[in-house]
């Protein structure tokens, strides 16, 4: 009995010992031979632009999304800003060296056609004066009867008033002169605000200073940006809407009277010039306002926003060239009303495949491959 028990005992342990053995020389995960991960490659072909070789098992994530021609609505919108209209703005200068001796309106103020603005201190006024003073009076002799020279005196006699109206005084202030004085008060050529006020009295002046800049705000000028794509859609005499945050209750009419003929390099966008009526001046410059207007009905491309990379200042989208290749290009971009996409201007064509969802990791093999970190 007791030499079965030890025989039983002893093939237990033998067994037990082949099985230990057979667990201690079992391979591990790490023993087992994995198949090689695919690494992202650039691929150079002459005359085309330089691809990323990837396969879709490196990004999961990764998804191709079309680039899409969408429906324009016939209203364009864009944002502003309000100016003076140049043609109704007047710089008062003085055409003279002398001093300030009187101040007559200050800055803001309001001042109507012919009203005393500045009287200046020059003997330049005086010297003119009399001069005219006394070719005036040759000229009263001359014509004389038996003198025979009236059109020498006529001749004198303009040349005078010539040399006044280019010191700035007009017609009505010239037949008032009546002696020589080194004082001559300055008025408003226009209508309209003071904007600018350099005139402070006792300070000297030189020829060609700006005492004053008017502006009336009757009309104002509203320059907006508008895309290059959306350039055929405008044009000269195209009536608009203007809307500011001061007013948002009112709307001012207006109509498109320049279109820039130059194109920002950086946002591709042109100006417009807008021609704005202003019942009470209640529209100031530096405004922004909101501007709608009226167009024919059009067609833009848009693409997702996670299409997107930006670097460097510029945007970036990864476009399908097959065979498990990308192009890596630059793209310009607008606004767009429907939110999550942008509006393409330039860089992406309709029909176009783009990565999406996994765009920055796209971009971080992309530089892998170029041996640098984005």
Known sequence: MNTRRTALACGLMLLLGQL???????????????????????VHQPG???????QHKQVPD?????????????????????????????????RVSGRIERVFVSQW??????????TLYSPDFMT???EYLQAKAGASTLAAPGAGNDDFGRSMLEAARRKLELLGIDS??????????PFFTMRAP????VVQNQALRGSAVNPGDVLYSLGTLDEVWITADIYEDDLARVKVGQQLEAVTTAYPEEVFHGTIARVSPNIDLNTHTA???CTVKNPGSRLKPQMLAQVRIVVRPGQALVVPLDALVFEADSYFAYVDAGGDRLERRKVVIGTWSQRGYARVLSGLLSGDRVVTNATMQVNELWHEAHGERS
């Open 172 to 181: 009505e202030q010239i037949a008032q002169i009546k002696s020589a004085a």
């Open 190 to 193: 226009i209508s309209g605000s």
């Open 20 to 42: 230990t053995c057979a667990c201690g020389n079992s391979p591990t995960g790490a023993d087992i031979e994995q198949p090689p991960v695919p690494v992202a490659r650039l």
């Open 48 to 54: 085309t632009a330089e691809l990323l070789q990837l």
């Open 62 to 94: 990764m998804s191709l999304t079309v680039v899409r021609e969408v429906a324009l609505p016939g209203v364009l919108n864009t944002t502003g800003q309000i100016s003076f209209d140049d043609r109704r703005v007047a710089n008062i200068i003085s």
């Open 109 to 118: 103020d309001y001042v109507t056609r012919g009203q005393p603005i500045v």
């Open 128 to 130: 003119a004066e009399a």
């Open 271 to 273: 100006q417009i010039r």
